[in-house]
C-alpha cells in the first residue's frame, strides 16, 4: 500500500502569507493521486492548516494504517519552516514563536510516527519558504545535514528533498503557478516517458537549479535508487502539462501548427506570449476595483465596535499620507530585474571618512596620518511611477471610537506596482503609540511584506487574505496588550 500526507499553508498570523503553497500542495496532490497512482492521498490546505486540525488529522491517518503493510510513505510540506534548538519545525497556519512546538510539526516527531508504520520507504519533499527569521535556509549547511542523517538512520530506505541549502530562500517565478523547486520537480515527470525514478527526479532538479546562486536544492537518501516514482506515458504528460502546469493550447494558431506538425514562427510564438498582457484601460479598471474594495472596507464586529476605519488613497497626483520607509521599495526596484511602470529615485546624503594626509614628509616617510571628511554620496530615497494613476498607494487607519481612550490604532498600508502583465503589492501592519494627548507616531519597526498576481487572471478575491491577516494583527496586539485569554490559549506576555 502507498499513502501520502500533503500540507500547503499559504496563509500565516504571525508570518508572510505565501500564495504559491496551496497550489503547492494541491499539484503535488493530483500528481500523487492520478499519475502515481497512491492508495491514499490526504491534502490539507486554507483553514486546514491550522495546528490543532493538522495535528489530529495525523494522528488518524497514522492509527488507521499502522496494522497495514505500508509500501511507501510519502510527506509533502510547502510553507515556512524554522530551524531552532536543533531540531526542524515546519511552521503552520497559526504560529507562535512563543508556542513554536505546538503550532508547527517537529521533524523529529515526524520521524517518530512515520516509523512506527515501519514503511518500506519513505519520501519527504519539503518546499520550505524564508520569511524574516531564521528559517531552513538561513542556517548552516551542516547543522540540517545532522538532523537529516539522524533522521535518514530511522528508516530502511528513504528519500530527502530540501528546496534550497544555507543562506538562502524557496523563490516562485512569476510565469508559474507553484514555487520554483516543487515546479522543478513536477516538470521532471514531462522530460521523458517510462518509469520515473526518485533519483531521475533529483537529477533533473539538480540539473534545472545548476546555474542558479541563489537556490540549491538539498537531497540526502538511503536506498537502491532504483525506487520508482511513476511510469509516464504521453497521456500522463499531457495530463500534467495541460490540467497541473496549466501549460495548454492557448489559441487557434497552436491548433492550426499541430495540426501541420509544422514548427511555430516567430509571430505565432509572439502572438502566444501576447495572450498573458493587458491594455492600460483594463489595467486602470482593476486599480479602481482595488480602490473600491477598500473604500467600503467594514471591520469584523468585535473590532467594528472599537474602531472607526478610514481609508487613504494616494493617486500619481494626490499623495495624502507619506509612505514609511519608501526606500525600500525603491532598493526592490533598483535591485530586481522587472518590468513595473516605477523607479527609484535618489537624493544626495553627507557621511564621514577618514582620509590619509599626504605630504613631503608623509610620503618619505612611507606612512600616513588620517582625517576625517565630509562626503558626499548618491542613495536610494524613495520611487515613483511613471504614468497617472488612481491608485499609488492606500491606507486603511483603524482610529479607536472617541470614548476608547485606552486602545492604540493601528494602519495597513499599501503600494501598487504595475506593468503589462503584473501586479505587485507591498504592504506591511504598523501599531501606533500616543506621544502626546490624542496625538500618536507609527512605530518604527514595521516590515515590507509583498505579493504577486498575474493581471490576466486576477480576482479582486484574492486581496481577501491581506485584510484577513491585518485583522489578526490587530485582535493579537489587543489580546497581548490586555492579556486577554481566547479559548483557553494564555497569550504569553
Known amino acids: 500500500m502507498k499513502i501520502a500526507f500533503l500540507i500547503g499553508v499559504s496563509e500565516y498570523t504571525t508570518q ?13 496532490a493530483n500528481i500523487i493521486k492520478d499519475i502515481a497512482n497512491y492508495d491514499d492521498v490526504l491534502v490539507l490546505t486554507k483553514q486546514e492548516t491550522v495546528s490543532e486540525n493538522v495535528n489530529s ?13 505500508i509500501d511507501e510513505l510519502f510527506f509533502y510540506f510547502s510553507g515556512h519552516g524554522l530551524y531552532n534548538d536543533n531540531e526542524l519545525f515546519f511552521i503552520l497556519s497559526d504560529y507562535q514563536e512563543s508556542r513554536k512546538r505546538q503550532t508547527s510539526l517537529l521533524n523529529s516527531e515526524l520521524d517518530l510516527l512515520f516509523k512506527s508504520l515501519n514503511p518500506k520507504l519513505i519520501v519527504k519533499v519539503i518546499d520550505a519558504c524564508n ?20 533522521s535518514q538512520n530511522q528508516f530502511n530506505s528513504c528519500y530527502f528533498m530540501f528546496s534550497s541549502q ?13 514555487s520554483d523547486f516543487t515546479n522543478s520537480f513536477i516538470m521532471s515527470l514531462t522530460n521523458r516517458e517510462g518509469d520515473i525514478r526518485y533519483k ?13 546562486r541563489r537556490q540549491t536544492p538539498l537531497f540526502i537518501n538511503q536506498a537502491q535508487l532504483t525506487e520508482k516514482f511513476a511510469f509516464i506515458d504521453k497521456s500522463a504528460i499531457d495530463i ?12 487557434n494558431i497552436v491548433n492550426e501548427l499541430e495540426n501541420k506538425n509544422s514548427e511555430p514562427t516567430l509571430k505565432d510564438i509572439i502572438e502566444l506570449d501576447n495572450q498573458r498582457y493587458i491594455t492600460k484601460e483594463h489595467a486602470l479598471d482593476i486599480l479602481n476595483e482595488i480602490k473600491s474594495k477598500f473604500e467600503n472596507y467594514v471591520l469584523p464586529i468585535e473590532l467594528n465596535e472599537l474602531y472607526e476605519v478610514t481609508c487613504l488613497i494616494c493617486s500619481s497626483n494626490d499623495r495624502t499620507f507619506n509612505i514609511e520607509k519608501s526606500s525600500e521599495i525603491g532598493k526592490w526596484l533598483k535591485n530586481n530585474e522587472n518590468n513595473f511602470f516605477a523607479k527609484p529615485t535618489y537624493k544626495e546624503e553627507t557621511y564621514k571618512k577618514m582620509v590619509p594626509v599626504k605630504n613631503m614628509f608623509s610620503i618619505i616617510a612611507g606612512s600616513y596620518d588620517e582625517k576625517e571628511v565630509i562626503a558626499t554620496r548618491t542613495v ?11 491608485l499609488y498607494a492606500l491606507r486603511l487607519y483603524i482610529k479607536p471610537k472617541e470614548n476608547y481612550q485606552n486602545i492604540r490604532p493601528f494602519d495597513v498600508t499599501m503600494v501598487f506596482l504595475i506593468s503589462k502583465v503584473d501586479l505587485k503589492i507591498f504592504y506591511y501592519f504598523a501599531t501606533y503609540k500616543e506621544t502626546s494627548w490624542n496625538y500618536y507616531k507609527s512605530d518604527d519597526k514595521i516590515s515590507w511584506q509583498s505579493i504577486d498576481f498575474q493581471l490576466k487572471n486576477f480576482n479582486i478575491e484574492d486581496l481577501t487574505g491581506i485584510t484577513e491577516n491585518f ?6 496586539n489587543l489580546s497581548k496588550e490586555f492579556r486577554y485569554i481566547d479559548n483557553n490559549k494564555i497569550i504569553n506576555i
Open 57 to 69: 488529522k495525523l494522528i488518524k491517518f497514522i492509527e488507521d494504517y499502522k496494522k497495514q503493510s
Open 471 to 476: 485583522e489578526r494583527f490587530i485582535l493579537e
Open 131 to 150: 520569511a524574516g527569521i531564521q528559517y531552513i535556509k538561513n542556517t548552516e549547511n551542516a547543522a540540517i545535514k545532522t538532523i537529516l542523517e539522524t
Open 240 to 251: 500534467i502539462k495541460k490540467q497541473i502546469l496549466n501549460i495548454e493550447k492557448q489559441n
Open 16 to 28: 508572510n502569507p505565501l500564495p504559491a503553497c496551496e497550489n503547492d500542495a494541491m499539484g503535488m
Open 380 to 390: 536610494v530615497d524613495a520611487f515613483n511611477v511613471n504614468f497617472d494613476t488612481p
Open 200 to 212: 531521475d527526479i533529483t537529477n533533473y532538479i539538480s540539473d534545472d537549479f545548476e546555474n542558479n
Open 166 to 178: 544555507k543562506n538562502q530562500a524557496s523563490y516562485i517565478n512569476d510565469n508559474n503557478r507553484f
